[in-house]
């Protein structure tokens, strides 16, 4: 057949697939390095481990950029603290608080950052995510950041509808991330008290424990608040029947541990890590530092025995598989965080230390982030 033929014959056709063929291949590979770009995004966490880096001038050459951010933040009367006279503001130098002295004028400028309370205040956990996502939807064009916190008093709530309240909060999170794509939003674990009632422990430490693991898996800006506040400033932390609790010393009234205001040195740490988690958000590339891990909690911590066992010979790299049932997921990350630093390392069927040089230590971590989601 000649191509004069199958020209005037079919090639209108031929062309009419063609084009339909092309345009449906090019609609797929644009929605697939959409895809990329979502599931890929830079995961940012900002917990108690960043707080040295606030302190030793690291986020200063790139304040610039998150000062022109302009970020809605809702919040009931912790948050109060966090951005007032003895948080946000006292790093700006306007804080009133007799306390809080030594911040230059408006060096940390927090004018372009908008930290509303609920309104009413007295929201149930699933009334408060609701809101927030009207918030969203009314007032998305006059911002670029959008986030919300729950208190500890919303262990109280329950569950939403059908569904636990991280789920709610998950779902909501993500369907406004689709509507509004332009808009960065800060997802944040609830803030902790010092000494809890009956379940509300495990309650609160379950929705940070599944946001966490959500946030790291999914390319999200994470506020870690009860990361930050269940920590000492020398990293070690602290806990209360079990679950991660309000360090002591950043209470606003250490005679009313049930209470989970923070006084002005657990303001100032939350103030921190709130500009080190809008530096890095904003492009700023803050050097790194020596992973420390954040609490991941699900029994009361006991001691173990000292172990008496002949040291392990030093093992080929392994790929970030504690407890060798083929997957590098989140339970190896919690084996790891388990025997962080920890001299007795020789656990029965779990073994973190990835590299093999018998300690357990950030770059074991490294590995373990490096292989994550590999089989």
């Known amino acids: 057949m000649s191509l004069h033929k199958i020209w005037g014959g079919n090639g209108k056709v031929f062309l009419s697939y063609f084009g339909r063929s092309l345009l449906a291949f090019c609609i797929a590979v644009a929605l697939s390095l959409v895809s990329y770009q979502i599931s890929y995004a830079q995961t940012i966490v900002a917990d108690h481990t960043v707080i040295p880096q606030f302190d030793n001038g690291s986020l200063d050459p790139y304040l610039a950029p998150a000062i022109s951010k302009r970020v809605y933040f809702k919040h009931a009367s912790t948050g109060g603290y966090i ?24 060096k940390y400028d927090r004018r372009n950052w908008n930290w509303p309370y609920w309104s009413p205040t007295e929201y149930t956990a ?12 009314s007032e998305n064009t006059n911002y670029d950041y959008l986030g ?34 332009g808009k960065k939003l800060i997802w944040a674990t609830q803030v902790l008290r010092n000494q809890w009632d009956g379940s509300d422990c495990q309650t609160a430490q379950n929705f940070n424990t599944q946001l966490r693991s959500f946030a790291r ?7 870690d608040l009860a990361g930050i506040e269940s ?21 606003a009234d250490p005679t009313n541990p049930k209470n989970g205001h923070t006084g002005i040195t657990g303001s100032l740490r939350l103030a921190k890590g709130f500009w080190w988690l809008m530096v890095r958000a904003a492009g700023g590339t803050v050097p ?13 911590p006991t001691q173990r025995p000292i172990n008496t066992l002949t040291p392990v010979p030093t093992s080929p790299v392994k790929r970030g598989d504690a407890n060798g049932d083929g997957f590098v997921d989140e339970e190896d990350y919690n084996v790891w965080l388990a025997h962080y630093l920890d001299p007795n390392l020789i656990v029965l069927n779990q073994d973190p230390d990835f590299n093999g040089d018998n300690k357990v230590d950030g770059v074991d971590y490294a590995i373990w982030l490096n292989n994550y989601g590999s089989v």
């Open 83 to 106: 951005q007032g006279n003895q948080g946000l503001s006292c790093l700006q130098g306007t804080g009133t608080n007799s306390l809080c002295t030594g911040y230059p004028d408006y």
């Open 126 to 137: 699933c009334e408060k995510i609701d809101q927030f996502y009207d918030s969203v939807v």
């Open 148 to 181: 919300m916190k729950l208190c500890y008093l919303d262990t109280y709530a329950g569950n939403c509808p059908n569904q636990s309240y991280f789920e709610y909060y998950r779902d909501k999170m993500l369907d406004l991330e689709r509507r509004f794509s």
């Open 217 to 223: 898996s999914n390319g999200k800006l994470l506020y």
């Open 231 to 251: 920590h000492h400033a020398d990293g070690s932390a602290c806990y209360f029947n079990g679950c991660e609790t309000l360090c002591p010393e950043y209470l």
């Open 288 to 300: 790194s530092v020596s992973p420390v891990p954040t609490s991941v909690v699900t029994a009361t």
